[in-house]
């Protein structure tokens, strides 16, 4: 058998479950996407519930805030061995996605220093 279908297919499928696999369905694909960003995910009592990268703690504001620095990609990636450069692709989207947001986290790490 083979599961790999394609995005029609799916809609095909969909459209004939019913109102409750449905609902129980995008409980599942909200918990896959967390939050919206693949690879980007926010977990209460995870650095301060700060958007992350994926099954990590590093937190997108950390990595944005370290590109405005001037601290290149490369050296990121040298210094997060973890991260991978299509986690760093994530972190860049969200960022331009969710600027107040990443503004407000920058700002609070700076006066706390």
């Excluded at 290149?72 to 040298?78: A, I, K, N």
């Excluded at 692709?89 to 986290?105: G, L, M, T």
Aim: with cysteine; glycine share 4%.
């Amino acid at each position: 058998m083979n599961a790999v279908i394609t995005l029609n297919e799916a809609e095909q499928v969909i459209a004939n479950l019913s109102e409750a696999d449905k609902a129980q369905l995008l409980r599942w694909l909200k918990k896959e996407v967390k939050n919206g960003f693949a690879g980007i995910e926010k977990t209460e009592n995870v650095m301060g519930g700060a958007a992350c990268v994926r099954q990590t703690r590093v937190a997108v504001w950390m990595l944005e805030q370290a590109r405005r620095q001037g601290v290149r990609e490369v050296d990121l990636l040298r210094n997060y061995p973890q991260l991978t450069a299509n986690d760093l692709a994530n972190a860049w989207d969200y960022v331009n996605s969710h600027q107040i947001e990443i503004e407000e986290a920058i700002s609070a790490n700076e006066a706390d220093d």
